[in-house]
């Protein structure tokens, strides 16, 4: 057998070993949690100062659902801007509510 051969047969050995270890199975159950988040305000009824303290995704849950209220329309680029303005503007009136500044209600 020539040197080229047991070379080929040593790596192709190496690599079945190497596969194989890859293959061991964990038996098991993932653990999941059911905690529910803290509560989201009514959208027509948060102030700017309740805003201020949820979380960035609670926070653009009310967005949206205010600017889908608004226009009947859905849009991402939306949500972001108005956010954007929401965030802004509730830094200087943190008692005025968010419909009033987006919405006009």
Do not use: F, N, W
Request: proline share 5%; charged share 20%; hydrophobic share 40%.
């Amino acid at each position: 057998m020539g040197t080229h051969a047991r070379t080929l047969t040593a790596a192709a050995l190496l690599s079945a070993g190497l596969l194989a270890g890859c293959t061991q199975t964990v038996t098991g159950t993932v653990a999941q949690t059911t905690e529910p988040g803290p509560p989201v305000p009514d959208a027509e009824s948060v102030t700017c100062k309740e805003y201020t303290t949820l979380d960035e995704g609670a926070q653009i849950a009310i967005i949206g659902e205010l600017m889908d209220a608004g226009s009947g329309q859905r849009g991402e680029q939306r949500t972001v801007v108005a956010k954007t303005l929401a965030d802004a503007i509730c830094k200087y009136l943190p008692a005025a509510r968010l419909s009033e500044i987006l919405v006009g209600r």
